[in-house]
Each structure stands twice: as structure tokens, then as C-alpha cells.
């Protein structure tokens, strides 16, 4: 397992694990951050992450992006 960060932009990832207190498992549970989920990279830009999940464009810090492990 790595984190999200470590994903190259462009790749198809699924979620193995989401860490951290179970208000920031449910925060990124309500915006489709699930386990066995799949995100689409689509780029990194100033210490944030863009992703696609279900059809809708994220952007992440790096923080939280962290917290989500592939």
C-alpha cells in the first residue's frame, strides 16, 4: 500500500484504506472516497491533487490526500 499522492497522473487507482478520525472517514466518505473505489488521478498542481471520482472533479491537499492509501 502507498498513499494517493504517489499515484502519476493520468492512473486508475482503487482505495485499499482510508486513515485518520472517523469524521475526516466520513468527509471524504460524502464526497465518494470509499475503500474498493476507484479514483482517476488527473493532475497535481501546487501541493494539491485533482481526481476523478464518480464523474465529479475533486481537488485535494496534499494532507488529505495523504490519508488515502492505494
Do not use: C, W, Y
Not at 485499499?16 to 471524504?28: S, V, Y
Amino acid at each position: 500500500m502507498m498513499p494517493l499522492t504517489m499515484a502519476s497522473a493520468g492512473e486508475t487507482v482503487m482505495i485499499k484504506k482510508i486513515n485518520g478520525k472517523d469524521e475526516t472517514k466520513q468527509h471524504l466518505a460524502a464526497m465518494g472516497f470509499v475503500e474498493s473505489g476507484n479514483v482517476t488521478i488527473i493532475s497535481k498542481i501546487a501541493g494539491n491533487v485533482i481526481l476523478r471520482v464518480k464523474n465529479s472533479r475533486v481537488a485535494l491537499g496534499m494532507g488529505m490526500a495523504n490519508r488515502i492509501m492505494i
